[in-house]
């Protein structure tokens, strides 16, 4: 058994594994990708495994909205942080894919990064930031701003499978309720949203009708991404890791958010605001509050925070510091591409 | 005009042998079969329904009104095998034979069911007005004004106070959460309604004001009703016609007042005697 | 014009509560009764007064005999289906009894209005003839929204009695419907009656009273025993009701 020496990791299950020297993360890392992977299979997961997870996607996309359970593996991350999404892309993904990873809308992101290289380390596929440029782009949080085309395929990480859990717990009820396209309950929950704020007040996870059947939960992203979604040219799945089911809008579907005939669906307001780095106002803004950079000071009260509002999408947000008007469609050879909230046209943008 | 004819419905519980129905009954004197064990809860029962009319059934617990109501309320348990034929004016078919869309589309406008007990029939921690709104959206309505004016419109039939409509239904007195009931059963404007037990869990003092709630309703949209109670003042104030029941079978059936005035069968009789 | 042929009507109960005993409650009762009549039926307490009207009513199921109904259709009431007597009732055939028969915490206009309700008057129009009917029977005014229960008998009896007139029905069934009313109530009832006699109304009455009964009847007929011992009009009727 390998001595512990400047590990402060409390994994001491070394017995049977490849003892790593971990004078930083970086060094262990490093030592994985030259000893580590030996014995793993292509894309981390086994080929069965990969099947498998790729026949459930087959028929969630065969019945687009309704969730199909799948064998979802132990994976090096915690569940929660992406292990639902991170199979469905490795189960997708071979040697000549370019793959996008996102978190929060940033590529930079410590979990984002990891999920990133382990794809790198394990399904040798080259990474990338641009969304243009990916093949497969997974997500949690974000549908990417730049629109994306039928040769992309988009994996979204979902937390919680259900709509209908907002309004009854019971799985097994609202199984039954997807069966029989009984959504009264969220209907209900609708109308007590706008009683209590006179408007429907859901802030994520807003729940989606897709081809006019199923009920689904479109994951965490804000309500700016689900009309994208509709009729898109790219394919979506969606997986959960904890949960084990995988569902899919593919191309070309309806996707149809709940809403009243007078009380209608409304994505996110930025009134009068634009990002503070590229000055964007037809983009899904955070706000973001920073230390003013000089000074170091006292910073216990607000007034030395300031708070700006900036892209969320950081990939985009880097391309329209370089170009202003670039359009959401700047990559595609035609214009007038309707890709949610405010996209401006391409020609009239040019 | 008829607008529901039952015929020789029967629910049981268990395995059934040929001597069931021959081994209970009124003249038995049980429910339960002595040579299989089965439970015949309700059996050889035949009634109809006016449009309009208000039929009464009543009869000790056991007797089986609760398993007849629930049969011609489309309530499914799962563990009971029910039997016969219900035909009903707006649907092509026996009742008992219908799948679960048929069944969830006529509970939604044509026949409304009042639970004896108020959890099996409200979600508590809805509002008032969610619950009775859960009846129109499941219905297909989709405005909002409109799903609000007639959750208005039937809180101020059923006398429930319009200001407590956005409270949870957690929140009401029982004979509130009963008008509740009634206002989400008369929310499609359905042609029958099915009251199992309706004064159950209520005070004397509110019993009354509900059940006249009910009738003036019932009244004036002429809704048909199969109003169940072990209760015979209940049945009294609100039948035009009543069936009496005893181990599992009808043994007496006629108007309202004639029953109760003029006994035929011998255990009506009893029933009638014993109330003070 | 004959109204209501009544043939052979006879009642008798089973009581299984009681050994089976059979108690004969009507014993081949026959009269006729003409269109506008005034009928009052007398006799000794027992006799089968109110057994009678109940058998003409159909709250009692008639054991023999034949209860001629002339309406629009020829209906024979002590053998027709629940739903023709159903339907008489809501429209040709009112009854009132001694006792008011309510849920409690209906206010009085209501509990008059209701037979007009039932057969689809709106409600306010049927409020207004039941303000109109109260007021007539000298119900005052500020009792019309009150609750029936917390009446005097006499009130009581007014109001039960302008529900039974509100539907304006053809043939009209009395039991008592006078016997708590002081003499002057009683006197307004009467004419209350009368007026709708006026209007074509055929009344069948039990009265308690032989004062009322002089004062309204045309013919009188005689129980006792439950069968009958005569059919008078109202000038042979010396006021004796057995032998």
Aim: glycine share 8%.
């Amino acid at each position: 058994m390998a001595k512990e020496t400047t590990s402060q990791h409390r994994d001491e299950s070394t017995g049977g594994g490849t003892p790593v020297p971990t004078d930083s993360v970086d060094a262990a890392l490093s030592a994985v990708e030259t000893d580590g992977l030996s014995g793993y299979n292509y894309a981390y997961l086994d080929e069965h495994t990969k099947r498998e997870v790729r026949r459930s996607m087959l028929k969630a996309v065969a019945i687009p909205g309704h969730q199909v359970p799948y064998a979802s593996r132990p994976m090096p991350l915690a569940r929660g942080w992406g292990t639902g999404g991170i199979q469905a892309s490795l189960s997708l993904l071979g040697p000549a894919d370019t793959l996008k990873v996102i978190d929060q809308g940033a590529d930079e992101s410590v979990n984002a990064a990891n999920i990133r290289r382990l794809a790198e380390n394990t399904a040798e596929v080259a990474t990338t930031t641009d969304t243009t440029k990916a093949d497969l782009i997974q997500s949690r949080h974000r549908i990417p701003e730049e629109v994306l085309t039928d040769d992309q395929r988009l994996v979204l990480q979902v937390p919680i499978t259900d709509a209908l859990r907002k309004v009854d717990p019971s799985d097994a009820a609202n199984r039954r309720r997807h069966a029989h396209k009984n959504y009264g309950k969220m209907w209900v929950h609708l109308y007590e949203n706008v009683v209590e704020y006179g408007e429907i007040n859901i802030a994520s996870r807003y729940p989606t009708m897709v081809a006019n059947r199923y009920l689904m939960d479109p994951s965490p992203i804000p309500r700016w991404d689900v009309p994208k979604l509709d009729d898109a040219n790219h394919l979506t799945i969606l997986a959960a890791g904890r949960e084990a089911r995988i569902y899919a809008v593919p191309p070309h579907t309806s996707v149809e958010p709940l809403a009243f005939e007078d009380r209608s669906f409304t994505v996110e307001r930025f009134p009068e605001q634009a990002c503070h780095a590229c000055g964007s106002t037809d983009t899904y803004l955070v706000e973001v509050s920073e230390e003013p950079g000089t000074t170091a000071g006292d910073d216990d009260t607000a007034a030395s925070f300031e708070t700006r509002y900036a892209c969320n999408d950081s990939s985009f947000c880097a391309k329209r510091r370089e170009n202003p008007n670039l359009p959401k469609d700047h990559h595609l050879d035609r214009s007038g591409v309707d890709w949610g909230p405010a996209t401006p046209d391409g020609g009239e943008n040019a | 005009m008829t607008l529901l004819e039952a015929s020789a419905v029967e629910t049981i519980y268990g395995p059934g042998c040929p001597d069931c129905l021959d081994a209970t009954g009124d003249r038995a004197g049980t429910n339960q079969c002595p040579r299989c064990g089965t439970v015949v809860a309700c059996a050889e029962a035949d009634l109809d329904v006016a449009e309009g009319e208000v039929l009464g059934i009543v009869g000790e617990s056991g007797s089986g009104k609760s398993s007849l109501a629930e049969a011609l309320a489309l309530e499914r348990d799962p563990e009971a095998t029910v039997n016969g034929e219900v035909s009903y004016a707006g649907h092509d078919g026996n009742l008992l034979e219908v799948d679960y869309q048929t069944r969830h589309d006529l509970r939604s406008r044509d026949i409304s069911l009042v639970h004896q007990h108020i959890r099996d029939g409200l979600d508590l921690e809805f509002t008032g007005g969610g619950n009775v709104a859960e009846k129109l959206l499941s219905a297909g309505w989709r405005s909002y004004e409109d799903v609000r004016m007639r959750v208005r419109e039937l809180f101020e039939e059923t006398e429930i106070p319009v200001a407590r409509m956005d409270d949870p239904a957690r929140t009401y007195s029982g004979g509130m959460q009963r008008r509740v009931q009634i206002a989400r059963a008369l929310a499609t404007d359905p042609d029958l309604i099915v009251l199992d037990e309706p004064t159950t869990g209520l005070d004397v003092s509110v019993q009354a004001r509900v059940l006249d709630t009910f009738r003036r309703v019932q009244r004036e949209e002429g809704v048909a009703a199969i109003v169940v109670s072990h209760d015979l003042g209940v049945v009294r104030l609100l039948a035009d016609r009543t069936l009496v029941m005893r181990h599992g079978r009808i043994v007496e059936s006629g108007l309202t007042d004639r029953v109760m005035e003029d006994p035929h069968h011998e255990y009506t009789q009893t029933l009638i005697n014993s109330v003070i | 014009m004959t109204v209501l042929s009544v043939e052979g009507l006879s009642k008798t109960f089973d009581v299984h509560v009681l050994d089976d005993t059979q108690v004969v409650g009507l014993d081949g009762v026959s009269f006729n009764v003409r269109e506008g009549e005034f009928l009052a039926v007398v006799g000794e307490s027992g006799s089968g007064k109110s057994s009678l009207l109940k058998c003409l009513y159909r709250t009692y199921d008639p054991t023999d005999g034949r209860v001629v109904y002339h309406g629009d259709d020829e209906v024979d009431l002590a053998t027709c289906d629940d739903r023709t007597v159903m339907a008489l009732r809501g429209t040709a055939i009112g009854y009132t009894s001694q006792f008011l028969n309510e849920i409690p915490r209906v206010p009085a206009v209501d509990v008059v209005a209701r037979p007009l309700v039932e057969q689809g008057t709106p409600a306010e129009t049927a409020r207004g003839r039941a303000r109109e009917l109260l007021q007539a029977l000298s119900v005052p005014a500020e009792l019309w929204d009150a609750y029936p229960a917390t009446f005097s008998g006499g009130e009581r009896q007014r109001v039960n009695l302008a529900q039974a007139l509100a539907p304006d029905p053809d043939l009209l069934l009395l039991d008592e419907p006078t016997s708590a009313l002081d003499p002057e109530t009683r006197r307004e009832a009467i004419d209350l009656l009368e007026t709708a006699l006026g209007q074509g109304t055929t009344v069948i009455g039990v009265f308690h009273d032989t004062d009322v009964v002089a004062a309204v009847a045309d013919r009188v007929v005689v129980l006792d025993e439950g069968r009958i011992q005569a059919v008078l009009p109202i000038e042979e009727f010396d006021g004796e009701v057995v032998r």
